[in-house]
């Protein structure tokens, strides 16, 4: 049996940011040992996303395969005297045909704010690059009560001026920062509440139907041991992983049927 199509026909999508992890040579391997025991599958959608010195070579030994590959950011120009950036456009020519955007350690360690992060969203979409846009409260903005404030606004400002047919191509990941790299998951009833809630959110900027068709990830400390039940949730549509999806012993069993 095939991975539980979501509702509305959703096709679950499981996505490995690597972060600022592994050297040339391992993420290779990764990239040959996933190709070889998950490069086929249609039933759901896969993608990693390796430091923006490896897309290429990555994107290079993917080629071909049903795994996709993207950039973990990206500059909100598309070229110019920014030293140290990387345009979306560059990341599109070395075979990235997706970007990660708004991640809490963008939002948080470097401060991007929600204006800059649609900006990026902007730029991505104008280089035909998906988006995995990100939102997320911190802990203390959870015990304020203050979550669906915090992913709303991040939401809204960060599609912008996005129209429904560009909204095509985006993936919405909620990623609790108090989940992110501690252990701590949020239970599959904290995640679908701010999923519904989410997509009601989309409900409202767009329509139904738009909605529907969005896929929601979660992420925040996804591993073998709880991506059964969170993605067995109502409303989560597959998770974005960080720690379990940089080698393939722990990365693989996320790929559950
Ligand atoms: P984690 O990271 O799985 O290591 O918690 C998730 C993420 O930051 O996307």
Not at 8 to 31: E, H
Not at 195 to 222: E, P, W
């Amino acid at each position: 049996m095939g991975a539980k199509i979501q509702g509305a026909g959703r096709k679950r999508f499981i996505a490995g940011n690597w972060k600022m992890n592994l050297d040339r040579s391992s993420a290779l391997a990764l990239a040959s040992t996933l190709r070889e025991r998950c490069g086929n599958r249609t039933d759901l959608d896969v993608a990693v996303f390796p430091p923006f010195v490896y897309v290429s070579e990555v994107a290079h030994a993917l080629a071909g395969s049903s795994i996709r590959v993207g950039g973990q950011n990206c500059c909100d120009q598309a070229s110019g005297a920014f030293t140290g950036e990387v345009s979306a456009g560059m990341l599109a020519d070395v075979g990235a045909t997706m970007v990660i955007l708004g991640h809490s350690e963008r939002r948080h360690v470097y401060g991007e704010t929600d204006e800059l992060v649609h900006r990026k969203v902007r730029a991505a979409l104008t280089a035909g690059l998906d988006v995995i846009l990100c939102v997320g409260e911190t802990l203390a903005e959870r015990q304020a009560a203050a979550t669906e404030k915090v992913i709303s606004r991040q939401l809204q400002r960060g599609l912008e001026d996005v129209s429904a047919a560009e909204f095509s191509k985006i993936t919405i990941a909620y990623e609790p920062v108090w989940a992110i790299g501690t252990g701590q998951n949020a239970t599959p009833e904290q995640a679908s509440q701010a999923h519904g809630y989410l997509r009601g959110v989309i409900t409202s900027r767009y329509d139904d139907r738009v909605a529907a068709r969005v896929r929601i990830q979660y992420g925040g400390s996804v591993k073998p041991a709880n991506v059964q039940t969170l993605l067995s949730a109502p409303e989560v549509d597959g998770c974005l992983v960080g720690g379990a999806s940089i080698q393939a012993e722990s990365f693989l069993p996320l790929l559950i049927s």
